[in-house]
């Protein structure tokens, strides 16, 4: 579930060049806070899927809840 609710995410992200700072600038539109700036578009793309990890990781410990991607749904199990 986790590796298919990553494949949704990336799925969605979207990849601007930026020529003010000659950057990539990458983002996931639906996930808020979840975005990369890197000199190639490769990198900003290997950087979003860090930064989308670690907002997984985040959400999950604060117990936060997910949007559903592609009819795929995180859900938090708290212990009894």
């Given at each position: 579930?986790?590796?298919?609710y990553i494949?949704?995410?990336?799925?969605?992200?979207?990849?601007d060049w930026l020529?003010?700072?000659?950057?990539y600038y990458c983002q996931i539109a639906d996930l808020?806070?979840?975005w990369a700036?890197?000199?190639?578009?490769?990198?900003?793309?290997?950087?979003?899927?860090d930064a989308l990890e670690g907002w997984i990781a985040l959400g999950?410990?604060?117990?936060?809840p997910f949007p559903v991607l592609d009819g795929i749904e995180m859900r938090v199990a708290l212990a009894g």
């Open positions: 579930m986790l590796t298919a494949r949704a995410a990336l799925r969605r992200a979207r990849c020529p003010e700072d000659k950057t808020p806070g979840v700036n890197a000199t190639t578009e490769a990198d900003a793309r290997a950087e979003l899927q999950l410990a604060l117990h936060h």
